[in-house]
Nanobody
Framework: QVQLVESGGGLVQAGGSLRLSCAAS????????MGWFRQAPGKEREFVAA????????YYADSVKGRFTCSRDNAKNTVYLQMNSLKPEDTAVYYC?????????????????WGQGTQVTVSS
């Protein structure tokens, strides 16, 4: 079992930055690929970013490519999402998730463990 706790959300003006953190406890963090997803009101949960177990491979949704950076520190059992040049359409609850599978995935159904989410609100 892995417990995931997100932090770092908040209210920011368009063009600003936030860094989300996701702290993991439980089984060996480095055994899990990690993903970030988001869900805006009235919309389905969507993929944002994913990072491989060792951090050497990352995937990004087209909507955030070039603005968001996903990283991890396995020594601290933490994954990060640095969000720059934020836009109002980035407003959502952001979730981190852990995947025990061997293939890095952008599909939410592949992820086994989920955090409770953190709200990000970008004002125009």
């Amino acid at each position: 079992q892995v417990q995931l706790v997100e932090s770092g959300g908040g209210l920011v003006q368009a063009g600003g930055s936030l860094r989300l953190s996701c702290a993991a406890s439980g089984r060996t963090f480095s055994s899990y690929a990690m993903g970030w997803f988001r869900q805006a009101p009235g919309k389905e949960r969507e993929f944002v970013a994913a990072i491989s177990r060792g951090g050497g491979t990352t995937y990004y949704a087209d909507s955030v490519k070039g603005r968001f950076t996903c990283s991890r520190d396995n020594a601290k059992n933490t994954v990060y999402l640095q969000m720059n040049s934020l836009k109002p359409e980035d407003t959502a609850v952001y979730y981190c998730a852990g995947d025990s599978g061997t293939i890095l995935s952008m599909r939410s159904s592949r992820y086994d463990y989920w955090g409770q989410g953190t709200q990000v609100t970008v004002s125009s």
